[in-house]
């Protein structure tokens, strides 16, 4: 080999070594990607995904589901917990693949679990006012059977929702109210999808509809991504081909969408990169989706570098307070106000006059790991005394400073275990409090091991 290509070897070796925005979560297992900007800020990327505990190697206990959110690429906010199997009254089990919408000036989940009972996919929606939830179930779409992996594509206004499971696809036209199909816009997708197994999901461009799946080569698995191209929305499909195959570490499944951030396309799909290639615990994935002069899509190869440049990605986990309960937390004898303003979110905690009186919040996380622990608080009639409790232990006493507004304090690097974690601030005191103590958000920064 001539020194030349020896010397390109060994700087493409390095650059793949410091360039690595893919795994794009590191500190959360995550699957089935929802990449999405909304109309109320184009400078910002959301992405919605389900999640898998560590250590499972099926999907079956599959219980919530994730927002995250960026304006660069490389810093990323887990919004933490957004829905869960228990505020789904209808549902039994199997919070599986999702999707999110703007429609209508609400956020909208549109989610699958299975129903209590029955045992049956239902495609199931969820309503917030605000991008990052946490979001409230209003049932399930009336009309869907085996409503498993639904996408909801709004398409001048009108919305279409796609699903499919176990070698079938289905879509149909919703009702103005998202809860039921029109049954008679209904249409048996699959002999147009060729290898289809599930996933839909269907974006638009230069006029074109594109319908990309996970689909299986007959009888074998892992999973591959296929597409196929469409002048309507519900068809008929024209099938194009594969555009990720096999790949190394990747998962049985494979699942994603494709978004245009920033003038550029890009498809978000999983691998199990993160749990070292061996198991089902997923992480997402996200790489440049480009096409040829005819507008193929030209084949993704998952690459280590993802997006950009970095040498990493970071994600912080913001807390908010006032999503304590809904978001896996809990909170004891505390209520949610809006008196001190320049809160972050919808409010925050206060009323914290009584020993014990809590708030805590649910950090999930895939391996033990450090993260640089912050909190926001206001405490306007002067100090307070608090515990700090990680995962029931006390990880500090400490007399928050007066403070008429919102202000952050550092507490240093604490470790989470893989799996939940509660972070919990408690009222100390057994004097009941004069003043008023309010806490706003939590906020875990991923830490590395080389900045330690
Ligand atoms: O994540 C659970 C299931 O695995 C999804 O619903 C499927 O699409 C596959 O990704």
Request: net charge negative; aromatic share 14%; with cysteine.
């Amino acid at each position: 080999m001539k020194l030349n290509s020896v010397l390109f070897l060994i700087i493409g070796v390095i650059a793949l070594n410091i360039t690595a925005q893919n795994p794009l979560f590191t500190h959360v297992f995550t699957a089935d990607p929802s990449p999405h900007v909304w109309p109320d800020n184009p400078d910002k990327l959301w992405v919605y995904t389900s999640h898998d505990e560590p250590g499972s190697n099926n999907h079956y206990g599959m219980t919530g589901y994730h927002a995250f959110s960026t304006t660069d690429m490389v810093n990323w906010t887990d919004h933490g917990r957004i829905l869960h199997l228990e505020n789904v009254e209808w549902a039994e089990s199997h919070a599986w693949a999702i999707d999110a919408a703007f429609y209508r000036g609400q956020y909208y989940l549109i989610y699958c679990m299975k129903e209590a009972g029955i045992g049956l996919f239902r495609t199931g929606i969820a309503r917030s006012d605000t991008p990052g939830g946490p979001f409230t179930d209003l049932g399930y779409v009336k009309g869907v059977e085996f409503g498993q992996d639904p996408a909801l594509f709004i398409d001048n206004g009108i919305p279409y929702l796609f699903w499919g499971h176990d070698r079938k696809c289905f879509a149909a036209e919703l009702n103005e109210d998202l809860m039921s199909i029109k049954q008679e816009t209904y249409v048996d997708l699959t002999k147009q999808l060729t290898h289809v197994f599930e996933g839909p999901w269907v974006h638009k461009r230069k006029g074109k509809y594109y319908l990309t799946y996970p689909g299986l080569t007959p009888r074998r698995w892992p999973e591959k991504m296929f597409y196929a191209v469409a002048d309507k929305p519900l068809g008929p499909y024209e099938f194009k081909g594969v555009f990720i195959d096999d790949f190394e570490g990747q998962s049985g499944t494979n699942h994603g969408g494709t978004v245009t951030y920033k003038g550029k396309d890009m498809m978000f799909y999983h691998s199990a990169w993160l749990s070292g290639g061996l198991s089902e615990t997923r992480n997402v994935m996200a790489d440049y989706l480009k096409y040829d002069k005819d507008d193929n899509i030209i084949p993704i190869i998952p690459s280590k570098a993802g997006l950009g440049n970095a040498k990493r990605t970071r994600t912080t986990l913001l807390l908010e307070a006032e999503n304590g309960f809904a978001a896996g937390g809990e909170l004891y004898n505390v209520f949610v106000d809006t008196w001190i303003k320049d809160y972050s979110g919808k409010g925050y905690v206060t009323n914290f006059d009584n020993p014990y009186d809590h708030v805590s919040m649910l950090a999930q996380v895939a391996k033990p790991s450090k993260f640089r622990f912050k909190v926001r608080y206001a405490s306007p009639d002067g100090e307070s005394n608090h515990d700090i409790l990680i995962n029931s232990r006390i990880y500090r006493a400490f007399k928050f400073p007066q403070s008429k507004g919102f202000t952050e304090i550092d507490f240093g690097i604490v470790d989470l275990k893989a799996g939940d974690n509660l972070v919990r601030i408690l009222k100390r005191d057994w004097k009941p409090s004069k003043g008023q103590f309010a806490v706003d958000y939590i906020k875990l920064e991923q830490v590395f091991e080389d900045e330690n």
